[in-house]
């Protein structure tokens, strides 16, 4: 897939738009970070280390698909601020890395760095393997990661584009988003469509963090895989975060006249992972908690990448659907999908057996 930035008046831009070649003309907006929300912790460290994992992997049962599958061979392209590879629990698992400048210019860079924490945050939660305390962060530790780093100064539509065209590229079977543009493009479906039906490619999109009634495109294309986010409650319960997205967009006339996002939730508070190394008052850190719709996404880009090892010929379109169809919405199936839960919380396990019954 080819991306090109032109200037356009109101003629030429007719006779663009009608060139056989070309799939979509969008304006080149900025795009932005879906940034974590402040977080608070305390006990729950100390539960994770006595569980030896995360309270995401346990909440998702994912050590239950790891007597299967951990993720060998798929390739998962993350979209982001970039990732400090150099991370022990990122060991071996960052496979390539380019940074994507404000003009769309493709930079090598070595070793692969992280402006900020995020993408490594992201990264970890996709791909890591255990800190010195032995707690498991990764959904899929043995998945190749491939990172591009389209969020470093002025980035836009354009950044993000030519990160996608990057990761096709790249044998990409999997897309994380954790990232957005603040108004709706009806047109990125179309390269949503192209992603999923062309090079079945699977695109995850975090919905955004600007609470109910809300909502961050691409996440809400009809055909957008979109995320919202889950915290733990008393016992064992969850419940969609405050904070989180979702809306439902009515568009009279259309072939989708009603659009409902989110499309699924997973855990996205208090979320601990990978950082850069990080030097404050106390010492030096390489882990932290983080909160947002960005780290419900890698979740479940990798519950994708574990099912797609399990089943190497399922298409993209497939993993979708069995993560739809066996999502838990607390109201059962009568409000499947709704604009808070989607449709429901992902059931990896169960998704599995669905996925290997087809």
Known sequence: MSVATVEVTRKTLEALAVQPDVVAVLP????????????????????????????????????????????????????DTGVYAAHSALKDRVKDFIVIDPLGRRIKSEPAFDCG????????????????????????PQANLFVASVLIGDASLRTLMEGISWAIEKGADIINMSLGFNYYEPLFAEILEILLNQYGILPVVAIGNENHGNSSSPGNAYNAFSVGAVEKIESSNVDVSFFSSGASLVFPGQPNPVVTKPDIVAPGTQIYSSIPPTTDEDGTYEYNFMDGTSMATPHVAGVAALLMAANP??????????????????????????????????????????????
């Open 28 to 79: 080149n907006q900025k795009i932005h970070l879906i940034r974590p929300q402040k977080i608070e912790y305390s006990a729950l460290i100390e539960q994770e280390k006595q569980d030896k994992l995360t309270w995401g992997l346990k909440q998702l049962e994912i050590p239950q698909l790891w007597q299967k599958t951990k993720g060998q061979d798929i390739n998962v392209a993350v979209l």
């Open 117 to 140: 924490q995020h993408g490594t945050h992201v990264c970890g939660t996709i791909a890591d393997g255990e800190t010195p305390e032995g707690i498991s962060i990764g959904v899929a």
């Open 313 to 358: 010929t399922a298409p993209a379109t497939d993993i979708i659907t069995v993560l739809k169809e066996t999502a838990a919405h607390p109201k059962g199936s009568v409000l499947r999908p709704c604009n808070r839960w989607g449709n429901g919380l992902i059931q990896p396990v169960e998704a599995l057996k669905k996925l290997t019954e087809t």
